[in-house]
């Protein structure tokens, strides 16, 4: 039961943070914040790489599926698998002090914010060094606030799995 509880609210999750941005006018000068890799970070730095691979793969394919989607249909899909797996990856480092889940999360994306300028200096898609500098300090801003707080549900939801122990879960801020 916990496991499906927990995979139904990582959904809704990744369906809000590929929605929410989209509710800003187009002509908004406010800079956006990539919610997807917060949701992908907290699943990842609690989980694991292949948690943050599927959460990533997942919120991809959404980002590319939701107007006005993306060029190449599935690049998304695949930067953020990619983003999910490496965060995951990087939990077991992220023990060592409650600032690091922060700076690996903001480093992974301005990774993700350098594939889309680089993505758009080839022709897909549109995107200026401005805009990705200004995405950077919200999402930065961004996941101060909110990455604790979702590992601390991923944490509570993922409370009742087996292996989910003290040990299984020395992860982010373990």
């Given amino acids: 039961m916990s496991t499906v509880l927990g995979v139904g609210t990582r959904a809704v999750l990744l369906l809000a943070a590929v929605l929410l941005p989209s509710a800003l006018p187009p002509t908004s000068q406010l800079p956006r914040a990539d919610l997807l890799i917060v949701v992908v970070a907290a699943a990842a730095l609690v989980h694991g790489p292949t948690t943050g691979l599927l ?4 919120g991809g394919w959404l980002l590319d599926l939701v107007p006005p989607g993306a ?8 930067v953020y698998a990619a983003a999910g797996a490496l965060l995951g990856l990087a939990r077991r480092v992220t023990v060592v002090s409650p600032l690091l889940p922060w700076l690996v999360t903001v480093g992974t994306s301005a990774l993700l914010l350098g594939v889309r300028g680089v993505s758009a200096a080839a022709g897909f898609g549109r995107a200026t060094t401005t805009a990705l500098w200004w995405s950077w300090v919200a999402t930065a801003v961004v996941c101060a606030a909110l990455v604790p707080l979702l590992v601390l549900l991923e944490r509570r939801l993922g409370a009742g799995r087996a292996g989910s122990g003290p040990r ?3 992860g ?3």
Avoid: F, K, Q
């Fill in 55 to 58: 959460t990533g793969l997942a």
């Fill in 71 to 78: 060029e190449p249909l599935g690049a998304g899909a695949l």
């Fill in 168 to 170: 299984a879960r020395a």
């Fill in 172 to 174: 982010a801020w373990g």
